[in-house]
């Protein structure tokens, strides 16, 4: 099966699939510690206002015999291509990962002591310390726990705030249309298996 089958293999589970009741489990959210070297750079323009969908993408893994799956949303600038956030989400086992997982990749700019908050429409803020950098940008990764995978779950909009060099504070809006549905869709691939031939 090619990649290209896969994803219309999404689509069609994410079209007839209904979303299940929320787990009642609020488990907090697991951060690690970080260390951080970044270079400044400059102040982010407006987000592109159609810059607001997930894409789920699946490849082969364990020798082409199952799915793994990830939900990827892109925060270009204002008419260009300039990409502001790379956000992605790994469902539980997907990638042989224990937790859920929100990785996000940033631009350098950002405060050298920068700490990334988290929030589902205004609610609580879950603090991610940023934990590397290289050529590319900013990272950070974050398990999450089924309360905040909840919040997403029911949400509107995942805030992502950060401070830059120049002592700027910006929040950009991840929006949460379609996520439950991308993300179920996700859960039943997982159970799939393929023969390594196909």
């Given at each position: 099966m090619?990649?290209?089958a896969?994803?219309l293999?999404?689509?069609?589970?994410?079209?007839?699939?209904?979303?299940?009741?929320?787990?009642?489990d609020?488990?907090?959210p697991?951060?690690a510690?970080?260390?951080l070297s970044a270079?400044p750079g400059?102040?982010?323009a407006p987000v592109?206002?159609d810059?607001?969908?997930?894409d789920?993408d699946c490849?082969?893994?364990?020798?082409?015999k199952?799915?793994?799956?990830v939900?990827?949303q892109?925060l270009?600038v204002?008419?260009?291509?300039?990409?502001?956030?790379?956000?992605e989400?790994?469902?539980k086992?997907s990638?042989d990962?224990?937790?859920?997982?929100?990785?996000?990749h940033?631009?350098?700019?950002?405060?050298?002591n920068?700490?990334i908050?988290?929030?589902i429409?205004n609610?609580?803020?879950?603090?991610?310390?940023?934990?590397?950098?290289?050529?590319?940008?900013?990272?950070t990764?974050m398990?999450?726990?089924?309360?905040v995978?909840?919040?997403?779950?029911?949400g509107r909009?995942?805030?992502?705030?950060?401070?830059?060099t120049?002592?700027?504070?910006?929040t950009l809006?991840l929006?949460?249309?379609?996520?439950t549905?991308a993300?179920?869709?996700i859960l039943t691939?997982?159970a799939?298996?393929?023969?390594?031939?196909?």
């Amino acid at each position: 099966m090619n990649h290209v089958a896969f994803r219309l293999l999404v689509l069609a589970c994410m079209a007839v699939m209904p979303s299940p009741s929320l787990a009642e489990d609020a488990a907090d959210p697991k951060v690690a510690p970080a260390q951080l070297s970044a270079a400044p750079g400059d102040e982010p323009a407006p987000v592109a206002p159609d810059a607001f969908v997930w894409d789920v993408d699946c490849r082969p893994v364990d020798a082409g015999k199952r799915l793994g799956c990830v939900l990827r949303q892109q925060l270009v600038v204002q008419g260009g291509s300039q990409v502001l956030l790379d956000a992605e989400i790994v469902p539980k086992g997907s990638l042989d990962n224990p937790d859920s997982v929100i990785k996000l990749h940033f631009p350098h700019g950002l405060a050298l002591n920068a700490v990334i908050g988290l929030r589902i429409d205004n609610g609580e803020v879950f603090k991610l310390p940023l934990q590397r950098s290289d050529e590319n940008g900013l990272y950070t990764t974050m398990a999450i726990g089924e309360k905040v995978l909840g919040l997403m779950q029911n949400g509107r909009a995942a805030q992502i705030s950060f401070v830059l060099t120049s002592g700027k504070l910006v929040t950009l809006d991840l929006s949460l249309f379609g996520f439950t549905a991308a993300y179920n869709a996700i859960l039943t691939l997982q159970a799939l298996r393929f023969d390594a031939k196909t």
